[in-house]
């Protein structure tokens, strides 16, 4: 589809006959934004001073976890993290080829050098 040049030269000069009213409403939006901001801040002041004796009777705030909570809950994470690890230790039915393979290679080293120190023990070599 074509549009007719004549057309397209009209919207262009109606466009740019608009942008100066454009930019007067973007000029204005910055202005009232500002605005907004200064009475939620003279707003904020006022009730401030309006209320100062009640917010200074206020109780000094509290965490919820005191230090003693923090680290008993600390202790409680690490030790299902503790369960959670021997658990998964046991099984391996839920892990990939790959894990599954790496831990049995893993598992066959430390057998391997328990063995060697056996048989050095028995021989009567001290180990390195």
């Known amino acids: 589809r074509t549009v007719p040049p004549a057309v397209v030269s009209h919207f262009v000069a109606k466009i740019a006959s608009l942008e100066p009213h454009i930019e007067e409403v973007l000029a204005a939006e910055v202005v009232a934004k500002m605005d907004r901001i ?23 705030r509290e965490w919820f976890a005191s230090h003693e909570k923090k680290m008993s809950a600390k202790e409680a994470a690490l030790e299902k993290q503790q369960m959670i690890a021997e658990k998964v230790g046991t099984g391996t039915h839920r892990m990939t080829r790959k894990k599954r393979r790496a831990r049995e290679a893993r598992e066959d080293m430390l057998e391997a050098q328990e063995e060697m120190n056996r048989e050095r023990e028995e021989s009567g070599k001290q180990p390195k």
Not at 46 to 52: K, L, M
Not at 54 to 59: L, N, S
């Open 38 to 60: 200064a009475d939620m801040e003279a707003m904020r002041v006022t009730n401030i001073i309006q209320h100062s004796d009640d917010i200074k009777a206020r109780p000094q």
